[in-house]
């Protein structure tokens, strides 16, 4: 399993980002995805997830109406748009993958992870 994240970078605050996350090594169509963050100093937070089947999405309280997390199965790509960016969510982002969508906003339960991508969002 390979999971590969870019598109992170420094955005001023009110900004948009867009994260992409390329797949390789697994059968992409049939895995959860997620998006995990860890900002400096503090604990890993799980962001947002998609479904393998029906393309249902979850997403943590503090990014819902913010970010959208989408997936394109003919590419194995899965992206996360992020937009009315605020400093707290300066991180360090990160794709995850397992093959259930039980317990999906426990990051702890994810196998496959990338190497992530940092976002910082400043004036």
């Known amino acids: 399993v390979q999971l590969v994240e870019s598109g992170g970078g420094l955005v001023q605050p009110g900004g948009s980002l867009t994260l992409s996350c390329a797949a390789s090594g697994f059968t992409f169509s049939i895995y959860g995805m997620s998006w995990v963050r860890q900002a400096p100093g503090k604990e890993l937070e799980w962001v947002s997830g998609?479904?393998?089947?029906?393309?249902?999405?979850a997403y943590a309280d503090s990014v819902k109406g913010r970010f959208t997390i989408y997936r394109d199965n003919a590419k194995n790509m899965v992206y996360l748009d992020m937009n009315s960016l605020k400093p707290e969510d300066t991180a360090v982002y990160y794709c995850?993958?397992?093959?259930?969508?039980?317990?999906?906003?426990?990051?702890?339960?994810?196998?496959?992870w990338g190497q992530g991508t940092h976002v910082t969002v400043s004036s």
């Open positions: 995850a993958a397992k093959a259930t969508w039980d317990a999906v906003r426990d990051a702890g339960t994810y196998p496959n």
């Open positions: 998609v479904n393998s089947g029906n393309g249902r999405t």
